[in-house]
């Protein structure tokens, strides 16, 4: 890991105030997922398949998107309060209209509709919620070990060691420790190609 990184002190906001405080973690900055993959990871790749159903709507413009991720931190709940994002357009560059996905405990974020029906089984989409169930599609990962901050999508993100980014550089990014446990199954490395 290199030393003369930018070190950002963040809030984490706990999800039980009256049994634990806030505090304030350092995190390493980057200037990438691909980065993250290449200097702040360990282990061997996980193979992994999101099997939790999630929620997905239309997004419009001018829609707060509450994209503050859960994390596990010395083995308590917390949330980032103040990250959120603002809908600035209902579609992407390449004119796929914008979704917004809502995990099981609450965390959302954008992508656009061709991602959402590549990874999710999904029906009409329109501005109200409908369940969208995960097909199943196998992606690796790497474990990274370090807190780490890098702005994705916009946003800046922050992810505790031991959470997960994607390992294929072609579509990188990070995932939150407990967003990965509560919402991707490991699967064998022998299994990784049959369920694409």
């Not at 030393?3 to 806030?22: E, F, G, M, W």
């Not at 996980?46 to 099997?51: G, L």
């Not at 939150?176 to 699967?187: D, I, L, W």
Request: aromatic letters at 10%; a negative charge.
């Amino acid at each position: 890991m290199e030393t003369s990184r930018k070190i950002v002190k963040k809030t984490l906001y706990s999800v039980d105030p009256s049994q634990y405080p806030d505090i304030e973690v350092e995190f390493e900055e980057f200037s990438s997922p691909v980065e993250i993959l290449e200097k702040a990871t360990e282990g061997p790749v996980v193979y992994a398949k999101k099997t939790v159903p999630v929620k997905a709507r239309y997004a419009k413009v001018g829609e707060v998107v509450d994209t503050r991720p859960r994390v596990i931190y010395e083995g308590r709940a917390y949330t980032f309060s103040e990250v959120t994002r603002v809908v600035d357009s209902e579609v992407n560059k390449d004119g796929s209209r914008m979704v917004i996905i809502t995990n099981p405990d609450g965390e959302e974020y954008l992508q656009p509709e061709t991602k959402t029906r590549a990874k999710y089984d999904v029906g009409d989409l329109s501005y109200t919620p409908t369940t969208a169930v995960p097909k199943g599609n196998v992606v690796a990962f790497k474990r990274i070990n370090a807190n780490v901050c890098v702005n994705v999508w916009g946003d800046p993100w922050f992810v505790t060691a031991g959470g997960c980014v994607t390992a294929d550089p072609q579509d990188c990014y990070p995932i939150t420790n407990a967003a990965f446990e509560k919402t991707y199954a490991p699967v064998s490395t022998k299994s990784k190609d049959s369920n694409k």
